[in-house]
């Protein structure tokens, strides 16, 4: 099993930044893609970036390209999500999840391991 825990989440005025992290504990050891999903109320959740186990593959939605940037510390098991430029429609919660796929993995039921989600408020 694998535990994530999502730090960071907060509210901010569109325009702003803000910083996710997912700390990982648990059997960390297997060498899959890491991603970051979003659910807004009223929607499904939706991807928002992957990264590959290596860091050097990183996949994003159109909807977040060129704005955010995702990164990740193996060595401290740790993932993060840089996010610039923010949006009133990037509003949700994040969730950070892990698997054994690949950074082309996109959709929620390719990755078992899941956070509880942190909250992100963008205020216009």
């Known amino acids: 099993q694998v535990q994530l825990v999502e730090s960071g989440g907060g509210l901010v005025q569109a325009g702003g930044s803000l910083r996710l992290s997912c700390a990982a504990s648990?059997?960390?050891?297997?060498?899959?893609?890491k991603a970051w999903f979003r659910q807004a109320p009223g929607k499904e959740r939706e991807f928002v970036a992957s990264?590959?186990?290596?860091?050097?593959?990183?996949r994003y939605a159109d909807s977040v390209k060129g704005r955010f940037t995702i990164s990740r510390n193996n060595a401290k098991n740790t993932m993060s999500l840089q996010m610039n430029s923010l949006k009133p429609e990037d509003t949700a919660v994040y969730y950070c999840?892990?698997?054994?796929?690949?950074?082309?993995?996109?959709?929620?039921?390719?990755?078992?391991?899941w956070g509880q989600g942190t909250q992100v408020t963008v205020s216009s």
């Open positions: 999840a892990a698997g054994s796929g690949t950074v082309e993995a996109v959709l929620t039921n390719n990755y078992p391991y």
């Open positions: 648990g059997r960390t050891g297997s060498s899959g893609a």
């Open positions: 990264i590959s186990w290596s860091g050097g593959g990183t």
